[in-house]
């Protein structure tokens, strides 16, 4: 079974900081997804980003990029240029490409931007 | 830019009655999906649904539950006789194709008193 964690429950930086969230996942699965969502205090759930498992290159969205490192199964989101209204939830989230098609969510890292 | 709507935002229902989550997923997509998240606890997957019929569902999706897509447009999840624990957000999700990402509505608010 495939899990995911986030190890980190709540974090806070100073607007236009970077930060780094972390993630680390579990699974035996060769072909997969992972996902970064954002969960403003709407509770909407966004999409930050998604890295396909068979590619070496990190994705990046504007400010947000990932470091990717399948061999220690781990998938950090990079924050640059912190904003006031990226203060959200970030969840990680894994899906397998072949065996299902359900999210694997981790329980989330509470991100403060502080004016 | 499409979305995935949702209704109503905030459900408040008694404990013991029925309550239908209704759901428009993406015009073009195939695959459809509820999640729900207890406050303050991880996203949990309930059913997935793909040509009108369940694809797969976890443990959490009990005989309580259905989900229905009675119209071509439309995707429900019925929770019957709701119980205190059933409060949550509850998520629906759709992609087009089976390697896309999930796009989620906004969810729908669940209090059961």
């Known amino acids: 079974a495939q899990t995911v964690t986030q190890s980190q429950p709540e974090m806070s930086v100073q607007e236009a900081e970077t930060v780094t969230l972390s993630c680390t996942y579990d699974t035996s699965e060769s072909n997969y997804y992972l996902f970064w969502y954002k969960q403003p205090p709407s509770r909407q759930m966004i999409l930050v980003i998604r890295?396909?498992?068979?590619k070496q290159q990190n994705a990046t969205e504007n400010r947000f990029s990932v470091n990717f490192q399948k061999a220690a199964k781990s998938f950090s989101l990079k924050i640059s240029d912190s904003q006031l209204g990226d203060t959200a939830m970030y969840f990680c989230?894994?899906?397998?490409?072949?065996?299902?098609?359900?999210?694997?969510w981790g329980a989330g890292t509470k991100l403060i931007i502080k004016p | 830019e499409p979305e995935v709507t949702q209704t109503p935002s905030h459900q408040v229902t008694q404990m013991g009655q029925e309550v239908i989550l209704r759901c428009v997923p993406i015009s073009n997509h195939l695959y459809f999906y509820w999640y729900r998240q207890i406050l303050g606890q991880k996203v949990e997957f309930l059913v997935s649904f793909y040509n009108n019929e369940i694809s797969e569902k976890s443990e959490i999706f009990d005989d309580q539950f259905s989900v229905e897509r009675p119209d071509g447009s439309n995707f429900t999840l019925k929770i019957r006789s709701t119980k205190l624990e059933d409060s949550a957000m509850y998520f629906c999700a759709s992609n087009q194709g089976r390697y896309t990402e999930a796009f989620f509505g906004q969810g729908t608010r669940l209090t059961v008193v």
């Open positions: 890295q396909e498992a068979y």
């Open positions: 989230a894994f899906r397998a490409m072949d065996s299902n098609y359900q999210l694997i």
